[in-house]
């Protein structure tokens, strides 16, 4: 079974780690505040956003561009981590530059990306109900299928790279 990473035990964040753990998933959890992190039992809880990368599909599911570029961009960010052997999957709300940005960087090393925004709010999240609309290539969303159906139930592919975000900020 493949291992997961979140960065981002914030309300969805939480709700995702609840149904994956559910599902049987290993999971590896970051959490700025590490507190949110230690609350989520069977998780394994990691000291920087880089040692999420011991798992195979990482996920980010922070507040805003800056979290996000925090997470993934910094010292010991997702970044100085990932490798082509992983899959990156961004569910923040984020701008669209930023979205180009890290698809961008993930073609220049090889690595699997979605832009996967959700919706479903607090109560979506814990009952893994929640939408997600995605950017990306389709059969990177189908090797993580199993994943999204863990924590969702519906799932609308919006185009390329960026078209997820679009959606979300379109539906906002």
Same mark, same amino acid.
């Given at each position: ?5 979140i960065?981002g035990?914030g309300?969805?964040?939480?709700g995702?780690?609840?149904?994956l753990l559910?599902?049987k998933?290993?999971?590896f959890?970051?959490n ?9 039992p069977?998780?394994h809880?990691?000291? @920087?956003?880089?040692? $999420?990368? #011991? ?8 507040s !805003?561009?800056v979290a +996000?570029?925090?997470?993934?961009f ?8 990932l ?10 709300? @984020?701008s669209?530059p $930023?979205? #180009?940005e ?6 220049a090393? !090889?690595?699997?990306? +979605? ?18 609309m995605?950017g990306?290539?389709q059969?990177v969303?189908e ?8 924590i969702g139930?519906?799932?609308?592919h919006?185009?390329?790279?960026t078209y997820?975000?679009?959606?979300k900020?379109?539906?906002?």
């Amino acid at each position: 079974m493949q291992t997961v990473g979140i960065a981002g035990i914030g309300t969805i964040g939480s709700g995702m780690c609840k149904n994956l753990l559910k599902h049987k998933f290993p999971l590896f959890v970051y959490n700025k505040t590490r507190a949110k992190a230690e609350a989520i039992p069977g998780a394994h809880v990691v000291n @920087t956003p880089a040692e $999420l990368c #011991q798992a195979d599909i990482i996920i980010t599911c922070v507040s !805003n561009d800056v979290a +996000l570029r925090d997470v993934l961009f910094s010292e010991h960010g997702i970044f100085s981590a990932l490798t082509p052997k992983q899959v990156l999957i961004d569910c923040t709300t @984020t701008s669209v530059p $930023l979205t #180009q940005e890290i698809a961008d960087r993930c073609k220049a090393k !090889n690595i699997a990306f +979605l832009d996967a925004p959700t919706t479903g709010s607090k109560s979506g999240a814990e009952s893994g109900t929640m939408l997600f609309m995605y950017g990306g290539d389709q059969a990177v969303f189908e090797q993580c299928r199993h994943i999204f159906e863990a924590i969702g139930k519906k799932f609308v592919h919006c185009g390329p790279h960026t078209y997820g975000q679009r959606m979300k900020i379109a539906l906002n």
